[in-house]
């Protein structure tokens, strides 16, 4: 199982970026498929996660209004589109994949069981 994840990029406060992270090496139809993001000096947190089958969304209050999570079948991948982003949103951004992930536990890192490599998102002021 791989998951790549890229679109990064330094981006002016007010702008946008979408990054992708395209999944292979297996079936994602039972998956729950995440972003997660990590600060520097800060722990991992959840942002947004996508139930693959169901298309259900989930957004960290930080997020909410403000990014998208989204799918595209046909290509195996996991989107987020970034909107009016903020200082506090630069971080190295990380894609997972979770088979079984509960409601209750989405924003645990140890609910994932397959991780990409990060894209780093720079946000000047």
């Known amino acids: 199982v791989q998951l790549q994840a890229f679109g990064g990029g330094l981006v002016q406060a007010g702008g946008s970026l979408r990054l992708s992270c395209a999944a292979s090496g297996r079936t994602f139809s039972n998956y729950v498929m995440g972003w997660f993001r990590q600060a520097p000096g800060k722990e991992r947190e959840f942002v947004a996660v996508i139930k693959w089958s169901a298309g259900r969304t989930y957004y960290a209050d930080s997020v909410k209004g403000r990014f998208t999570i989204s799918k595209d079948n046909a290509k195996n991948t996991v989107y987020l589109q970034m909107n009016d982003l903020k200082p506090e949103d630069t971080a190295v951004y990380y894609c997972?994949?979770?088979?079984?992930?509960?409601?209750?536990?989405?924003?645990?890192?140890?609910?994932?069981?397959?991780w990409g490599q990060g894209t780093l998102v720079t946000v000047s002021s």
């Open positions: 997972a994949a979770g088979s079984g992930v509960i409601l209750s536990e989405m924003w645990a890192i140890r609910a994932y069981e397959y």
